[in-house]
């Protein structure tokens, strides 16, 4: 006897199903974007919202609560081992974690899409050799190579900005070749060669802006990964050091105390859970919105 048609969905499909239309739902899209706007808004006005230094420490307010737990208004977010606030150190380092994460991706994207259309320019011996870095890069796990580089040549936060934006520019570079191989196949590219126009004005006029959509959704992944990626590293004590502070550096000290003092840790890990979120809903929303093939 065959099967009927209508069969049980797994749930796997249920939960995608459920998982996309929340992705697409303009609340939740709305809150993501308020989220990062407020991110952003403290970033650049960190200067003006600390109500301490960072690193000013009263030891007689060592491991206050925060005001949520009995705290009061003078550490609404309570204070770490050394006295120091929890809410200032929290504002600079969402400003340091941002900025690692922009210039990272901003870098991490140049490169690629560099190295991509090179490789769909020249082909042959430098595709090749783009192509087999590309594979290098792509199989050799990254955080063994950060771990190794951080160790040999040193921390500093310009080295460890570079480091990130090394981490994903193969994406890029993938990308960027397969869509400059297929545009310079349509005629639009074709017709403007015939006009007389050179490859810098071809590729920086024409193919650079058709393509531009799907690198900016292929950002709004990486952003959330550096964030995470630097959080991870400065959690294991080779990301960013002190006297400066991020959201992983935070996190890392506050492990010590997570049974006797956890909003040390809760603040930032809270940021940065909410922060990874609501750039990959922004993420898939430009996804939606910029790519014809879903509409």
Known sequence: ??????????????????ARRVRRT?????????????????????????????????LKARLAPPLFMGGTLAHPLGTDELGRDVLSRLIM?????????????????????????????????????????????????FMIIALSVLAFFGNSL??????????????????????????????????????????????????IPNIASTLIVSMTLTFPEIILLESGLSFLGLGVQPPLTSLGNMVGYGREY?????WIMLAPATVIVLTTLSISLLGDWLRDKLDPTLQ
Do not use: K
Not at 2 to 16: C, K, Y
Not at 32 to 56: E, F, K
Not at 258 to 262: D, E, L, N, S, Y
């Open 258 to 262: 997570i049974t006797r003092a956890p």
């Open 158 to 207: 310009p080295l460890f900005v570079a480091l990130m934006g090394f981490q994903s520019w193969e994406r890029y570079a993938r990308i960027t070749r397969g869509l400059t191989l297929a545009a310079n196949e349509q005629g639009y590219a074709a017709a403007v060669r015939q006009l007389g126009a050179g490859s810098g004005r071809i590729y920086g006029l024409h193919v």
């Open 93 to 141: 380092s969402i400003r340091m974690s941002l900025l690692i994460a922009f210039f990272g991706t901003l870098i991490a994207a140049s490169l690629g899409t560099l190295l991509g259309i090179l490789a769909a320019h020249f082909r042959r011996v430098v595709e090749a050799l783009i192509l087999m870095a590309i594979d290098f890069q792509a199989s050799m796990p």
């Open 26 to 58: 303009p609340f939740a899209v709305s809150l993501a974007a308020a989220w990062l706007a407020l991110m952003v808004v403290v970033a650049v006005g960190a200067d003006l919202l600390l109500p301490y230094s960072i690193t000013a420490f009263d």
């Open 1 to 18: 006897m065959a099967l009927s048609d209508t069969t049980v969905t797994p749930p796997r499909a249920l939960l995608g199903g459920l």
